[in-house]
């Protein structure tokens, strides 16, 4: 029987194999909110994570972006599932995506992995450690601020819009001084912090129970990033948000940044 760390990275697999399969083919497009859709891939890709879930682990709950809860909402054990964090990306065919799939106990993730179905690369964590999967070998991931990158979600929704917004940050000449800005507009990039290719991740937002960001965070904190939210606290405490950065040092710098928005 597969480990939970294993059946992870075997339905992101899946779900990254319908998304690879999909890209620059036609697609239906389903409205949800202003700005942003679904489309058939994403419900496609959905539903073969999840089949590769319930036939590995029937008893287990699992919470979907699309398709949303299936089996018992009362499970201890509960599979959070993003098809495809990067749709618009996918659908005007521009290659940054992730598929990511984690594994939620008593309110902890436990396992995760974050498929990039276009580079066929899985960042992946049993909870002690975080890898990356190429061509069927395995590398341990290992931060580092060296590129001095910092990626920054401007996507909403922004729940701390009236004191903090991470475009504004982006002129504060603090940041212009010592780092550079990247916009992927998916979650793949919280993954490259792990893996060294981005110094840092920056946020507004909910994080906990996040389709989204689980996978992500939990990359991380096995890496031996620094997670915490927008004000330096804990994740999932105080005003929330997300800020994931590669060691200390740049996380100090990007609090007191932020800090000085939180002030003013």
């Given amino acids: 029987m597969l480990s939970d760390s294993e059946l992870a990275v075997a339905a992101a ?7 690879r399969e999909r890209y620059g083919k ?15 891939v994403d419900l496609a890709a959905e539903k073969a994570v999840t089949a590769v879930l319930r036939v590995a682990r029937p008893t287990d709950g699992i919470e979907g972006e699309e398709l949303g809860t299936v089996g018992t909402e009362s499970a201890d054990r509960t599979w959070l599932v993003d098809p495809i964090c990067g749709t618009l990306n996918f659908a005007a065919q521009t290659p940054l995506l992730a598929v990511n799939v984690a594994l939620c106990t008593d309110d902890h993730v436990a396992v995760a992995a974050s498929a ?25 991931l290992t931060p ?11 996507d909403p929704p922004f729940p701390n ?12 000449s603090a940041f212009v001084d010592r780092f550079r800005p990247r916009v992927v507009s998916t979650s793949l990039a919280v993954a490259w912090v792990a893996a060294g290719r981005r110094a840092a991740y920056v946020t507004d937002g909910h994080m906990r129970g996040s ?3 689980s996978s992500g965070i939990a990359l991380c904190e096995a890496a031996g990033c620094i997670v915490t939210g927008l004000r330096g606290e804990a994740v999932h405490t105080g005003v929330g948000g997300l800020v994931v950065a ?19």
């Fill in 144 to 154: 580092s601020p060296s590129s001095r990158l910092v990626d920054v979600n401007l």
């Fill in 26 to 40: 036609p697609f239906a497009r389903f409205e949800k909110l202003a700005m942003d859709f679904a489309t058939d």
């Fill in 13 to 19: 697999e899946a779900g990254a194999s319908v998304a």
């Fill in 161 to 172: 819009g009236d004191r903090f917004r991470a475009v504004r940050m982006l002129a504060d």
């Fill in 211 to 213: 389709v989204h960001f």
């Fill in 246 to 264: 590669a060691d200390e040092e740049t996380h100090s710098a990007l609090i007191t940044i932020i800090d000085q928005q939180f002030t003013t």
């Fill in 116 to 140: 990039d179905p276009l580079a066929d690369e899985v960042f992946w964590t049993d909870g002690r450690h975080a890898y990356v999967r190429r061509a069927g070998a395995d590398e341990q």
